[in-house]
């Protein structure tokens, strides 16, 4: 590994963690290599041993190594969804919580999910109407059982489905890396008149199978309207 500059800031565990990531992002690291021990990385950045520490549980909650007990630090398998994974967890934890972050995101939903909808009414899928209804059954039940946890889950379950329309992995591994992000979204934006999304979904539904190109998008964009009108209110 390549010599890294002795860290002088506040921020050490934030500046250990982004610099083992780029040199392994960049290639610098391939899968499998060893990285230096604890010890020779807390020599080399000019940190404590718990500043390490710290650093590599990131890397390992994003997915880019994985620690073996009495063996060593590794870089982990790199694949597409190793570097969705990383720029999700990074999007999740490092952007403020605040409304412009929310309501980026909810646009980030909407250019996504308009674009699952064209490309269903380009190619339909009777498959993907079966699983929307399955879940659209599930999420009734937990309606009468007043779980808006799992109502919640099986919201954003809908979604993922619908954007699977897409049949592009980009996008599918992407909007489901998301989902950390989506639920604290949806966990802060539970409108008072409870389960009113189960209405649009269903209304989703109908649009769908009557290869309504016109209803469907406005649906979308109504129901998402609808939670930016909560995220404006916080």
């Known amino acids: 590994m390549e010599h890294v500059t002795p860290v002088d800031t506040i921020s050490r565990t934030e500046h250990i963690a982004k610099e083992l990531e780029r040199i392994i992002l960049n290639g610098e690291m391939q899968e499998d290599d060893r ?9 080399q950045f000019n940190v404590g041993s718990r500043t390490v520490r710290e650093a590599l549980k990131k890397l390992e909650t994003k997915g880019l190594i994985y620690i073996q007990q009495g063996k060593g630090i590794f870089v982990k398998k790199k694949n597409f969804d190793f570097y969705l994974e990383s ?3 990074t999007i999740s934890s490092e952007l403020p919580r605040d409304k412009k972050v929310l309501l980026d995101l909810t646009k980030t939903r909407e250019i996504i999910e308009l674009f699952a909808i064209s490309e269903y009414m380009h190619h339909p899928s009777s498959d993907i109407v079966n699983q929307l209804e399955a879940i659209i059954q599930h999420m009734e039940k937990e309606k009468n059982n007043g779980s808006q946890k799992n109502y919640r889950n099986l919201d954003i379950q809908f979604h993922q489905t619908l954007v699977c329309c ?3 992995q980009i996008l599918i591994s992407f909007y489901r890396h998301l989902t950390n992000l989506m639920l604290f979204s949806t966990s802060k934006t539970e409108r008072p008149e409870s389960f009113q999304g189960l209405k649009e979904h269903k209304e989703l539904i109908i649009a769908l199978k009557n290869m309504d190109a016109s209803r469907a998008p406005s649906l979308i964009k109504e129901h998402l309207e609808h939670t930016n009108e909560t995220i404006r209110s916080l």
């Open 87 to 89: 720029i999700a967890s």
């Open 35 to 43: 990285l230096p021990t604890q010890n020779e990385l807390a020599q």
């Open 166 to 168: 897409t049949n592009n």
